[in-house]
Protein backbone atom coordinates (compact mmCIF):
# COMPACT_ATOMS: atom_id res chain seq x y z
CA UNK A 1 0.00 0.00 0.00
CA UNK A 2 1.38 3.37 -1.06
CA UNK A 3 2.38 5.83 1.54
CA UNK A 4 0.12 9.61 1.15
CA UNK A 5 3.59 10.77 -0.14
CA UNK A 6 4.25 8.32 -2.55
CA UNK A 7 3.20 8.96 -6.57
CA UNK A 8 0.63 6.38 -7.48
CA UNK A 9 -0.28 6.64 -10.83
CA UNK A 10 -4.41 6.98 -11.82
CA UNK A 11 -5.79 3.99 -13.31
CA UNK A 12 -9.00 5.30 -14.82
CA UNK A 13 -10.64 2.01 -15.53
CA UNK A 14 -14.13 1.91 -13.90
CA UNK A 15 -14.00 5.63 -13.11
CA UNK A 16 -16.79 8.25 -12.91
CA UNK A 17 -15.71 11.35 -14.13
CA UNK A 18 -16.91 14.62 -14.80
CA UNK A 19 -15.90 16.78 -17.73
CA UNK A 20 -17.33 20.22 -17.95
CA UNK A 21 -16.64 21.70 -21.09
CA UNK A 22 -16.48 18.17 -22.57
CA UNK A 23 -17.69 18.92 -26.25
CA UNK A 24 -15.07 22.08 -26.75
CA UNK A 25 -11.58 21.62 -28.93
CA UNK A 26 -9.56 20.27 -26.03
CA UNK A 27 -12.75 18.80 -24.35
CA UNK A 28 -13.72 16.19 -27.01
CA UNK A 29 -10.22 15.05 -27.92
CA UNK A 30 -9.62 14.30 -24.23
CA UNK A 31 -13.19 13.00 -23.27
CA UNK A 32 -12.17 10.64 -26.34
CA UNK A 33 -8.89 9.88 -25.10
CA UNK A 34 -10.72 8.89 -21.21
CA UNK A 35 -13.10 6.72 -23.29
CA UNK A 36 -10.48 4.73 -24.62
CA UNK A 37 -9.08 4.73 -20.84
CA UNK A 38 -11.80 2.32 -19.69
CA UNK A 39 -13.72 4.97 -17.81
CA UNK A 40 -17.01 3.74 -16.33
CA UNK A 41 -19.06 6.95 -16.78
CA UNK A 42 -18.14 9.79 -17.96
CA UNK A 43 -20.66 12.79 -17.95
CA UNK A 44 -20.32 15.69 -19.89
CA UNK A 45 -21.32 19.40 -18.61
CA UNK A 46 -21.79 21.82 -21.75
CA UNK A 47 -23.36 25.16 -22.36
CA UNK A 48 -25.06 22.86 -25.30
CA UNK A 49 -26.10 19.97 -26.86
CA UNK A 50 -24.19 19.30 -29.61
CA UNK A 51 -24.91 16.92 -32.23
CA UNK A 52 -21.83 16.45 -34.27
CA UNK A 53 -19.35 16.51 -30.93
CA UNK A 54 -21.96 13.62 -29.30
CA UNK A 55 -21.89 11.77 -32.83
CA UNK A 56 -17.80 12.09 -33.02
CA UNK A 57 -17.54 10.60 -29.63
CA UNK A 58 -20.05 7.81 -29.83
CA UNK A 59 -17.87 6.65 -32.74
CA UNK A 60 -15.23 5.46 -30.42
CA UNK A 61 -17.70 4.80 -27.47
CA UNK A 62 -18.33 1.25 -27.69
CA UNK A 63 -19.43 0.70 -24.38
CA UNK A 64 -22.09 3.89 -24.23
CA UNK A 65 -20.38 5.48 -21.20
CA UNK A 66 -20.97 8.79 -22.03
CA UNK A 67 -23.76 11.13 -20.98
CA UNK A 68 -24.54 14.72 -21.61
CA UNK A 69 -26.20 17.24 -19.21
CA UNK A 70 -26.77 21.22 -20.18
CA UNK A 71 -25.19 23.05 -17.98
CA UNK A 72 -24.19 26.70 -17.65
CA UNK A 73 -21.21 26.92 -15.20
CA UNK A 74 -21.99 30.35 -14.45
CA UNK A 75 -25.33 29.68 -12.90
CA UNK A 76 -24.04 30.21 -9.77
CA UNK A 77 -22.91 27.52 -6.87
CA UNK A 78 -26.32 26.16 -5.59
CA UNK A 79 -27.45 25.23 -8.48
CA UNK A 80 -24.27 23.83 -9.48
CA UNK A 81 -24.85 22.08 -5.96
CA UNK A 82 -27.82 20.90 -7.13
CA UNK A 83 -26.34 19.29 -10.57
CA UNK A 84 -24.10 17.70 -8.58
CA UNK A 85 -25.93 16.15 -6.59
CA UNK A 86 -28.41 14.67 -8.86
CA UNK A 87 -25.19 13.55 -10.67
CA UNK A 88 -23.95 11.71 -7.77
CA UNK A 89 -27.98 9.92 -7.40
CA UNK A 90 -27.16 8.58 -10.95
CA UNK A 91 -23.47 7.89 -10.85
CA UNK A 92 -23.47 6.61 -7.63
CA UNK A 93 -19.92 9.12 -6.79
CA UNK A 94 -17.39 11.10 -9.11
CA UNK A 95 -14.26 9.96 -9.03
CA UNK A 96 -13.04 13.20 -11.23
CA UNK A 97 -14.22 16.35 -12.05
CA UNK A 98 -12.29 18.30 -15.11
CA UNK A 99 -12.98 21.52 -15.53
CA UNK A 100 -12.26 22.38 -19.24
CA UNK A 101 -14.43 25.13 -19.58
CA UNK A 102 -12.93 28.44 -20.70
CA UNK A 103 -13.44 31.58 -22.81
CA UNK A 104 -10.75 34.36 -23.92
CA UNK A 105 -12.51 37.33 -25.46
CA UNK A 106 -12.20 40.26 -22.92
CA UNK A 107 -14.95 41.99 -24.69
CA UNK A 108 -17.93 41.23 -21.92
CA UNK A 109 -15.13 40.67 -19.52
CA UNK A 110 -17.52 39.94 -16.25
CA UNK A 111 -18.53 37.15 -18.09
CA UNK A 112 -15.18 36.18 -18.58
CA UNK A 113 -14.49 35.97 -15.01
CA UNK A 114 -17.84 34.30 -14.69
CA UNK A 115 -16.89 31.49 -16.62
CA UNK A 116 -12.85 30.81 -16.29
CA UNK A 117 -12.81 32.02 -12.72
CA UNK A 118 -15.84 31.86 -10.18
CA UNK A 119 -17.47 29.19 -12.43
CA UNK A 120 -14.49 26.81 -12.15
CA UNK A 121 -13.93 27.73 -8.31
CA UNK A 122 -17.79 26.83 -7.65
CA UNK A 123 -17.45 23.55 -9.51
CA UNK A 124 -13.91 22.88 -7.52
CA UNK A 125 -15.76 23.40 -4.45
CA UNK A 126 -18.98 21.37 -4.93
CA UNK A 127 -17.03 18.55 -6.01
CA UNK A 128 -14.58 19.40 -2.83
CA UNK A 129 -17.22 18.91 -0.85
CA UNK A 130 -18.95 15.68 -2.06
CA UNK A 131 -15.18 13.95 -2.35
CA UNK A 132 -13.51 15.16 0.78
CA UNK A 133 -12.58 12.45 3.41
CA UNK A 134 -12.99 14.51 6.11
CA UNK A 135 -16.68 14.55 5.58
CA UNK A 136 -17.77 11.01 4.85
CA UNK A 137 -16.15 11.26 1.24
CA UNK A 138 -14.55 8.85 -0.72
CA UNK A 139 -11.70 11.25 -1.87
CA UNK A 140 -10.86 12.08 -5.42
CA UNK A 141 -9.35 14.44 -7.88
CA UNK A 142 -9.79 17.53 -9.73
CA UNK A 143 -8.49 18.40 -12.65
CA UNK A 144 -8.54 22.09 -13.71
CA UNK A 145 -7.64 23.48 -17.15
CA UNK A 146 -5.44 26.49 -16.37
CA UNK A 147 -3.44 27.99 -19.31
CA UNK A 148 -0.12 28.76 -20.21
CA UNK A 149 -1.44 32.53 -19.62
CA UNK A 150 -1.04 31.40 -15.95
CA UNK A 151 2.58 31.00 -16.35
CA UNK A 152 3.96 33.94 -18.51
CA UNK A 153 0.77 36.52 -18.45
CA UNK A 154 -0.40 37.60 -22.04
CA UNK A 155 -0.32 41.74 -22.11
CA UNK A 156 -2.76 41.80 -25.19
CA UNK A 157 -5.10 39.34 -22.82
CA UNK A 158 -4.51 40.47 -18.92
CA UNK A 159 -7.93 39.64 -17.56
CA UNK A 160 -7.66 36.20 -18.94
CA UNK A 161 -4.03 35.70 -17.78
CA UNK A 162 -5.44 36.87 -14.52
CA UNK A 163 -8.35 34.38 -14.19
CA UNK A 164 -6.16 31.31 -15.24
CA UNK A 165 -3.41 32.64 -13.19
CA UNK A 166 -6.35 32.61 -10.14
CA UNK A 167 -7.32 29.12 -11.07
CA UNK A 168 -3.63 28.02 -10.74
CA UNK A 169 -3.08 29.42 -7.41
CA UNK A 170 -6.56 28.04 -6.37
CA UNK A 171 -5.83 24.62 -7.48
CA UNK A 172 -2.13 24.71 -5.74
CA UNK A 173 -3.71 25.91 -2.20
CA UNK A 174 -6.19 23.40 -1.97
CA UNK A 175 -3.67 20.54 -3.14
CA UNK A 176 -1.97 21.27 0.11
CA UNK A 177 -5.15 19.83 2.22
CA UNK A 178 -4.92 16.66 -0.08
CA UNK A 179 -3.52 14.84 3.50
CA UNK A 180 -7.09 15.58 4.92
CA UNK A 181 -9.38 15.58 2.19
CA UNK A 182 -8.33 12.58 -0.20
CA UNK A 183 -8.63 15.38 -3.02
CA UNK A 184 -5.81 15.12 -5.39
CA UNK A 185 -5.91 18.54 -7.29
CA UNK A 186 -3.53 19.84 -10.04
CA UNK A 187 -3.59 22.45 -12.83
CA UNK A 188 -3.19 22.04 -16.66
CA UNK A 189 -1.33 24.68 -19.11
CA UNK A 190 -2.42 24.21 -22.55
CA UNK A 191 0.09 26.37 -24.84
CA UNK A 192 -2.03 27.64 -27.98
CA UNK A 193 -4.01 24.51 -29.13
CA UNK A 194 -6.16 25.10 -32.84
CA UNK A 195 -9.24 25.39 -31.47
CA UNK A 196 -12.31 27.92 -31.42
CA UNK A 197 -11.28 29.03 -28.75
CA UNK A 198 -9.23 31.93 -30.39
CA UNK A 199 -12.28 33.03 -32.33
CA UNK A 200 -13.56 36.58 -32.32
CA UNK A 201 -10.93 37.35 -29.64
CA UNK A 202 -11.13 40.94 -28.28
CA UNK A 203 -8.92 42.84 -25.93
CA UNK A 204 -10.81 44.45 -23.02
CA UNK A 205 -10.30 47.54 -24.77
CA UNK A 206 -12.34 46.42 -27.48
CA UNK A 207 -9.57 45.37 -30.46
CA UNK A 208 -10.24 42.41 -32.12
CA UNK A 209 -7.02 40.57 -31.48
CA UNK A 210 -6.59 37.90 -34.94
CA UNK A 211 -4.78 35.01 -33.35
CA UNK A 212 -5.15 33.20 -35.71
CA UNK A 213 -4.58 34.91 -38.96
CA UNK A 214 -0.69 36.38 -37.05
CA UNK A 215 -0.29 32.97 -36.18
CA UNK A 216 -0.68 31.85 -39.35
CA UNK A 217 3.11 30.96 -41.16
CA UNK A 218 4.57 31.38 -37.91
CA UNK A 219 7.96 28.60 -38.02
CA UNK A 220 6.56 27.45 -34.81
CA UNK A 221 3.82 25.41 -35.61
CA UNK A 222 0.61 25.55 -33.01
CA UNK A 223 -0.07 22.12 -31.12
CA UNK A 224 -4.06 20.30 -32.26
CA UNK A 225 -6.52 19.23 -29.79
CA UNK A 226 -5.71 15.64 -29.89
CA UNK A 227 -1.79 16.07 -29.01
CA UNK A 228 -3.13 18.57 -26.21
CA UNK A 229 -6.04 15.99 -25.08
CA UNK A 230 -3.06 12.91 -24.98
CA UNK A 231 -1.01 14.88 -22.82
CA UNK A 232 -3.59 15.77 -20.87
CA UNK A 233 -4.33 12.19 -19.95
CA UNK A 234 -0.98 11.50 -19.43
CA UNK A 235 -0.57 14.02 -17.04
CA UNK A 236 -4.11 12.72 -15.53
CA UNK A 237 -2.07 9.03 -15.52
CA UNK A 238 1.06 10.51 -13.42
CA UNK A 239 -1.62 11.82 -10.88
CA UNK A 240 0.95 14.12 -8.89
CA UNK A 241 -0.75 16.18 -6.45
CA UNK A 242 -0.26 19.89 -6.66
CA UNK A 243 1.47 19.84 -10.11
CA UNK A 244 1.74 22.02 -12.81
CA UNK A 245 1.77 20.57 -16.17
CA UNK A 246 2.07 22.71 -19.43
CA UNK A 247 0.79 20.78 -22.41
CA UNK A 248 2.76 22.98 -25.47
CA UNK A 249 3.45 22.31 -29.09
CA UNK A 250 2.82 18.38 -28.77
CA UNK A 251 5.34 18.13 -25.62
CA UNK A 252 4.08 17.55 -21.72
CA UNK A 253 6.07 19.29 -19.57
CA UNK A 254 6.10 19.17 -15.48
CA UNK A 255 6.46 22.89 -14.03
CA UNK A 256 8.00 23.82 -10.80
CA UNK A 257 5.82 26.46 -9.73
CA UNK A 258 7.96 28.52 -6.91
CA UNK A 259 6.54 29.79 -3.45
CA UNK A 260 8.86 33.02 -2.36
CA UNK A 261 7.04 33.24 0.88
CA UNK A 262 6.94 30.94 3.93
CA UNK A 263 4.23 31.63 6.48
CA UNK A 264 5.09 32.28 10.47
CA UNK A 265 3.88 29.12 11.04
CA UNK A 266 6.20 26.72 9.10
CA UNK A 267 9.01 29.34 9.69
CA UNK A 268 11.96 28.13 12.46
CA UNK A 269 13.27 30.66 14.71
CA UNK A 270 16.70 32.06 13.22
CA UNK A 271 18.57 30.24 16.89
CA UNK A 272 16.69 27.07 15.51
CA UNK A 273 17.76 27.60 11.89
CA UNK A 274 21.21 28.16 12.85
CA UNK A 275 21.37 24.81 15.61
CA UNK A 276 19.23 22.87 12.58
CA UNK A 277 21.62 24.27 9.79
CA UNK A 278 25.17 23.59 12.13
CA UNK A 279 23.93 19.84 12.96
CA UNK A 280 22.91 19.04 9.37
CA UNK A 281 27.07 20.24 8.57
CA UNK A 282 28.62 18.05 11.58
CA UNK A 283 26.41 15.45 10.29
CA UNK A 284 27.60 15.27 6.39
CA UNK A 285 31.18 15.87 7.74
CA UNK A 286 31.03 12.62 9.67
CA UNK A 287 29.92 10.95 6.99
CA UNK A 288 31.99 11.94 4.21
CA UNK A 289 34.82 11.37 6.63
CA UNK A 290 33.59 7.37 6.80
CA UNK A 291 33.60 8.20 3.05
CA UNK A 292 30.06 7.67 2.84
N1 LIG B 1 -7.00 26.72 -27.27
C1 LIG B 1 -5.99 27.27 -26.62
O1 LIG B 1 -5.04 27.82 -27.22
C2 LIG B 1 -5.95 27.22 -25.12
C3 LIG B 1 -4.75 27.54 -24.48
C4 LIG B 1 -4.69 27.51 -23.09
C5 LIG B 1 -5.81 27.16 -22.36
N2 LIG B 1 -6.98 26.85 -23.01
C6 LIG B 1 -8.12 26.49 -22.15
O2 LIG B 1 -8.54 25.17 -22.47
C7 LIG B 1 -9.93 25.03 -22.19
C8 LIG B 1 -10.63 24.47 -23.41
O3 LIG B 1 -10.55 25.44 -24.43
P1 LIG B 1 -10.59 25.04 -25.99
O4 LIG B 1 -9.33 25.49 -26.61
O5 LIG B 1 -11.02 23.63 -26.13
O6 LIG B 1 -11.72 26.04 -26.52
P2 LIG B 1 -13.22 25.74 -26.92
O7 LIG B 1 -13.86 27.07 -27.09
O8 LIG B 1 -13.27 24.76 -28.03
O9 LIG B 1 -13.84 25.02 -25.61
C9 LIG B 1 -14.22 25.78 -24.50
C10 LIG B 1 -15.52 25.15 -24.03
O10 LIG B 1 -15.98 25.88 -22.89
C11 LIG B 1 -17.39 25.88 -22.97
N3 LIG B 1 -17.99 27.01 -22.25
C12 LIG B 1 -17.82 28.32 -22.50
N4 LIG B 1 -18.61 29.04 -21.70
C13 LIG B 1 -19.30 28.15 -20.93
C14 LIG B 1 -20.28 28.26 -19.91
N5 LIG B 1 -20.75 29.47 -19.52
N6 LIG B 1 -20.77 27.14 -19.34
C15 LIG B 1 -20.32 25.92 -19.73
N7 LIG B 1 -19.39 25.73 -20.70
C16 LIG B 1 -18.90 26.85 -21.28
C17 LIG B 1 -17.69 26.05 -24.46
O11 LIG B 1 -18.99 25.57 -24.74
C18 LIG B 1 -16.59 25.27 -25.11
O12 LIG B 1 -17.04 24.00 -25.49
C19 LIG B 1 -10.42 26.43 -21.78
O13 LIG B 1 -10.43 26.55 -20.37
C20 LIG B 1 -9.33 27.34 -22.35
O14 LIG B 1 -9.24 28.56 -21.63
C21 LIG B 1 -7.08 26.86 -24.36
C1 LIG C 1 -1.96 34.41 -26.98
C2 LIG C 1 -2.78 33.16 -27.30
C3 LIG C 1 -4.10 33.11 -26.53
C4 LIG C 1 -4.88 31.82 -26.81
C5 LIG C 1 -5.43 31.27 -25.53
C6 LIG C 1 -4.32 30.86 -24.56
O1 LIG C 1 -4.82 30.43 -23.33
Known amino acids: MASSTEEVNMDLNGKNIVYIGGFGGIGLETCKELVQNGVANLMILHKAWNESAF ?6 D ?9 FDITCGLEKTRLLFKQIVEKLGSIDMLINGAGICTEKDFDNLIAVNFTGTVNATLVAYDLMDKSRDGKGGVVVNISSVA ?7 LPI ?8 LNFTRA ?3 LEPKSGITLYSICPGITDTKHWDNVHHFQGRELCFKEKMRGRPCPIQTANQCAKNIVKAIEAHKN ?3 WMCDVGQLKLVEVKNFWTPPHQRQDPETEQKVSVKSRKRKLQFSARGM
Open 62 to 70: SRCVCKFTE
Open 242 to 244: GAT
Open 55 to 60: KELSSV
Open 150 to 156: ALTPFPV
Open 174 to 176: LAQ
Open 160 to 167: YSATKGGI
